[in-house]
């Protein structure tokens, strides 16, 4: 674990993928046997294999920036992106916990470490990672967090409905969820792109919880801005594919 805060505060909260019993940092069920390995302080449950990750072009780049330089990652993510992270949206929310005494995780944290406290979950064995899993299986207890954190990550993950059931399961009775998705987004495979989401839409996916408040996060400036980069893109590919003699479509 990156801090023995969140090693101690894990161990009551750690539970076997698969049937949910008791599991300790061994990773060994008593019903189902070895359910992960440890590396140091990171706990891996099974994420992405490396050909996922590399099956995109552009992705392949991003990971390589990833863990060659995943401090570097998510500053360049708010220099280059048009739909900036949204630490105002974050940071109040996790202020709102007593992170040194209620457990929160951030699902699909890829290279974000928001803060030491906060248990970061990812299909990738990032640094900064404390759980490698499926985000479809969660190697955690029933109602082990006080909250959790997604921040662009529901459109990557394939069964969303059985993601959206998992955090249900791990969040304890009055526990809270921010979750942040896109409307309108260029596809951004990290590694797939799989949906896009509507306000009708997330609070449909969302039936099992209270929900308290939805709100646009990122307004028509920020789409406008993801398309014109892709269309400007588009047209950079047409002019070199011009020079050399090549059809571009
Ligand atoms: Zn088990």
């Known amino acids: ?22 599991l300790d940092f061994s990773l060994v069920c008593t019903i189902c046997g070895p359910v992960g390995t440890r590396r140091g302080d990171q706990l891996d449950f099974g994420g992405f294999g490396e050909s996922e990750l590399r099956a995109d072009a552009l992705n392949r780049i991003k990971e390589l920036v990833k863990t060659r330089f995943h401090k570097l990652y998510p500053a ?23 992170l040194d005494r209620e457990l929160v995780a951030g699902f ?7 803060d030491e406290r ?3 979950m990812d299909g990738g064995s990032y640094g900064n990672v404390d759980i490698v899993t499926d985000l479809r299986r969660l190697p955690l207890a029933d109602d082990s967090l006080a ?45 797939y792109d799989f949906q896009r989401y509507t306000e009708v839409g ?24 993801w398309v014109l980069q892709e269309w400007l893109a ?16």
Do not use: W, Y
Request: proline residues 8%.
């Open 202 to 225: 997330l609070r449909e996916q969302f039936g099992a919880f209270e929900v308290l408040s939805v709100k646009v996060g990122a307004g028509p400036t920020s789409g406008m801005l």
């Open 147 to 191: 909250g959790g954190v997604s921040i662009a990550v529901l459109e990557h993950v394939p069964d969303p409905a059985v993601h959206i059931a998992e955090m249900h399961r791990v969040l304890r009775p009055g526990g809270r969820m921010l979750v942040f998705v896109p409307f309108m987004q260029p596809f951004h495979a990290s590694p």
């Open 76 to 98: 360049a993510i708010k220099v280059l992106s048009p739909v900036q992270d949204r630490p105002g949206l974050v940071n109040p929310f996790l202020r709102s916990f007593d």
């Open 108 to 114: 699909g944290c890829g290279t974000h470490r928001r």
């Open 118 to 120: 906060v248990v970061c």
């Open 234 to 249: 588009c047209c950079c590919r047409s002019a070199a594919a011009a020079c050399t003699g090549r059809s571009c479509r």
């Open 1 to 22: 674990m990156t801090s023995t805060f969140v090693g101690t505060r894990l161990a009551s909260a750690l539970a076997c993928p698969r049937c949910h019993g008791s």
